[in-house]
């Protein structure tokens, strides 16, 4: 209950900052009770339909300011060329606020659709994903923000990354991780580096998952939190999408992915290897990350998250047969 006050106290802090700046009259307002730690609440006015986001000030440190708002102005550049996602509002010709209690927050348009569970996505779904994702791509890609020198994910040596699942290994205790860790092991010792130098770099979405987009019927209705934006690997958007969109009970749906990089192929040469290449890297990258001393206490998107990293794992030596006609 005590919670559930601050939190009516820290919305109408915010809403205070609407008023004074956008003339909003408030009709109603609901919680969103997605993500981690940021607040969220659809908030009904006699002017439209938005969706406040505040950040939590612990989150929050986790950003870099600059980054973030360049996401911001890359969000409505995306939108502006089209692509489904939420418009910002500016003020002042800044889209990050700050209210009278110095909470941070932003505000959008609310988007209406439906989040589809992971690995229940239908082909005509993931067509149209790997549509947007493309398309998405092509614009952040245009020349506009240049290129940076080094992509936001470095892949570690070997020799560091087996150090880190030692190290694991002794912090952990629950009777089903060593397993998974050997086969972490067995995995980094085959992994060939000079396959990630080759895949191309440039600015990616970099959360792109099933939680983070709404559909309507078989079309995308919007693309959500952009926030993480940044100079890296393109293919890993491409990697998470299939592998959210197209694993459920332990087995990929080739035909998902395929109808994903069908998508995809409109804005983008795929060759071959292409995903086999992208879900080796996405692995190698979000491991360490899921795949920890107390991932048995995971819940919700952790446990996911673990879930996608040990079956990579488990079939990182077949993903080329299994992808071959992909």
């Known amino acids: 209950m005590e919670n559930?006050?601050?939190?009516?106290?820290?919305?109408?802090?915010l809403l205070k900052t609407c008023h004074r700046q956008f003339g909003f009259h408030v009709v109603e307002t609901h919680p969103i009770?997605?993500?981690?730690?940021?607040?969220?609440?659809?908030?009904?006015?006699?002017?439209?339909v938005f969706l406040i986001k505040q950040y939590n000030k612990e989150r929050y440190k986790l950003y870099n300011h600059e980054e973030l708002v360049r996401a911001f102005h890359q969000q409505m550049r995306l939108y502006n060329s089209g692509v489904p996602c939420p418009m910002l509002l500016s003020y002042e010709e800044e889209f990050l606020f700050h209210s009278d209690n110095g909470e941070l927050f932003i505000v959008m348009e609310y988007c209406n659709g439906d989040t589809?569970?992971?690995?229940?996505?239908?082909a005509r779904q993931m067509f149209h994903l790997g549509q947007l994702t493309g398309y998405t791509h092509q614009v952040l890609n245009d020349g506009t923000l240049g290129k940076r020198n080094r992509p936001e994910f470095v892949p570690p040596?070997?020799?560091?990354r087996i150090l880190h699942w030692k190290s694991v290994w002794n912090q952990a205790h629950h009777p089903n991780l060593p397993p998974i860790l050997e086969t972490q092991i067995r995995m980094t010792e085959l992994v060939n580096l000079d396959e990630f130098n080759a895949i191309e770099t440039g600015w990616a979405h970099r959360d792109l998952w099933v939680d983070n987009v709404l559909f309507r019927g078989s079309h995308v209705s919007a693309i959500l939190d952009l926030d993480r934006l940044k100079f890296d690997y393109p293919q890993l958007d491409v990697a998470r999408a299939v592998i959210s969109g197209a694993l459920a009970n332990g087995e990929l749906d080739v035909s998902l992915a395929s109808a994903?990089?069908?998508g995809y192929g409109e804005y983008h040469s795929v060759e071959k290897g292409f995903l086999t290449n992208a879900l080796k890297l996405l692995w190698y990258m979000e491991s360490p990350w899921w795949i920890t001393a107390k991932m048995d206490k995971h819940t919700g998107p952790?446990?996911?998250?673990?879930e996608e990293m040990i079956?990579?794992?488990n079939n990182y030596g077949k993903l080329e047969l299994l992808l071959k006609n992909i």
Do not use: Y
């Open 311 to 313: 079956w990579l794992a």
């Open 33 to 48: 009770k997605r993500g981690w730690l940021n607040l969220k609440w659809k908030v009904t006015t006699d002017t439209g």
């Open 302 to 306: 952790p446990k996911r998250f673990a």
């Open 4 to 13: 559930l006050c601050s939190e009516q106290v820290m919305l109408h802090d």
């Open 260 to 262: 994903f990089i069908e």
């Open 157 to 160: 040596s070997r020799e560091e």
């Open 116 to 122: 589809v569970p992971p690995g229940q996505v239908n």
